[in-house]
């Protein structure tokens, strides 16, 4: 069977000038089953346009969505022990590494830069859930610390887009270190007087969730982001009894608390320049108006 798909059918094809169709030309909405051109996806930031749900955004894409002009410098991805633990599940954990770099181009979970965002400089933090599930490792730590100390060395804030499963548990308790380095790193940049913002992505769960996620001045989130410590069904199980409808979702940690706005992923770069112009008190942008539209004076009663 291996010769006729690996060689036979490969000869045919050729023969007959037919060309392999990439599978993923067309994406289909979980909400809705709609089918949807990948080109139209990526156009439309990854947001389904009938439904508006928000599938995963690659952590490239994002920064250069968020950055004005897509213009923004790349921090280097820091080297760091590979495999410490010689680690094997199903798999060795370096054929895990090798393959995922070579899916994503990546050398680890993490991208990070520096640019401006509607005018203002800050340092932008991804997570690549395509890599190993976006979880957090020595690497990804070490990534995390160096764009904390950027910003710090910038004066400038710093924006994080989690997207995980959690801690890396090829790495063991060397990934759940990285809980407090990373947190450190943060508190650094809070003592430096910068704003830190974190816009919470599907998913957001496990350490990511227990440490740098959650310790933002200001929480946003994008719609219909699953954001947790544990999983739902793992809650269930252990309480033995059903969760809410919605529960871990951004609208519902809207509704108790937990977030301080669900934001749309069009609307982004505008909502952070607001709430970063609060933060550093910088006067807001002013708003042109067109003399045109502009409302006319209500009319004045007669007098009897």
């Known amino acids: 069977m291996n010769w006729i798909t690996n060689y036979v059918r490969p000869k045919i094809n050729s023969m007959l000038g037919r060309r392999e169709v990439p599978e993923n030309l067309w994406i289909k909405c979980p909400e809705t089953g709609?089918?949807?051109?990948?080109?139209?996806?990526?156009?439309?930031?990854?947001?389904?346009?009938?439904?508006?749900?928000?599938?995963?955004?690659?952590?490239?894409?994002?920064?250069?969505?968020?950055?004005?002009?897509?213009?923004?410098?790349?921090?280097p991805q820091p080297k760091v022990a590979q495999d410490p633990l010689k680690f094997r599940d199903s798999k060795k954990y370096s054929d895990r590494l090798r393959d995922s770099r070579a899916k994503t181009e990546l050398e680890d979970t993490i991208v990070a830069g520096l640019g401006q965002v509607q005018g203002i400089k800050l340092v932008a933090v991804a997570h690549e859930f395509n890599f190993?599930?976006?979880?957090?490792?020595i690497a990804a730590g070490?990534?995390?610390?160096?764009?904390?100390?950027?910003?710090?060395?910038?004066?400038?804030?710093?924006?994080?887009?989690?997207?995980?499963?959690?801690?890396?548990?090829?790495?063991?308790?060397?990934?759940?270190?990285?809980?407090p380095r990373t947190t450190v790193a943060l508190n650094m940049l809070k003592e430096a007087g910068l704003p830190y913002i974190v816009v919470l992505t599907n998913p957001t769960t496990g350490g990511v969730t227990a440490?740098?996620?959650?310790?933002?001045?200001?929480?946003?989130?994008?719609?219909?982001?699953?954001?947790?410590?544990?999983?739902?069904?793992v809650i269930e199980q252990t309480l033995r009894e059903k969760l809410p409808e919605?529960?871990?979702?951004?609208?519902?940690?809207?509704?108790?608390?937990?977030?301080?706005?669900?934001?749309?992923?069009?609307?982004?770069?505008e909502t952070l320049e607001r709430v970063l112009n609060i933060l550093m008190k910088?006067?807001?942008?002013?708003?042109k108006r067109d003399t045109a539209t502009e409302l006319a004076p209500l009319p004045v009663a007669a007098s009897a």
């Open 246 to 269: 919605g529960f871990q979702t951004s609208e519902y940690l809207l509704e108790h608390g937990m977030v301080d706005m669900v934001v749309k992923r069009h609307d982004i770069p």
């Open 132 to 137: 190993i599930g976006g979880s957090l490792g």
């Open 34 to 75: 709609e089918m949807v051109f990948h080109r139209d996806l990526e156009e439309n930031k990854w947001v389904i346009p009938q439904s508006g749900f928000h599938m995963k955004m690659p952590a490239k894409a994002r920064l250069k969505d968020l950055f004005d002009g897509g213009i923004y410098e790349a921090f």
């Open 282 to 287: 910088k006067p807001a942008k002013a708003v």
């Open 211 to 233: 440490s740098y996620a959650m310790l933002g001045d200001i929480h946003m989130a994008e719609p219909g982001a699953e954001i947790g410590f544990a999983g739902k069904r």
């Open 142 to 179: 070490e990534a995390i610390v160096k764009a904390f100390e950027r910003a710090i060395a910038e004066k400038c804030p710093l924006v994080m887009f989690p997207a995980s499963g959690g801690a890396r548990m090829q790495e063991g308790i060397l990934s759940l270190m990285q809980l």
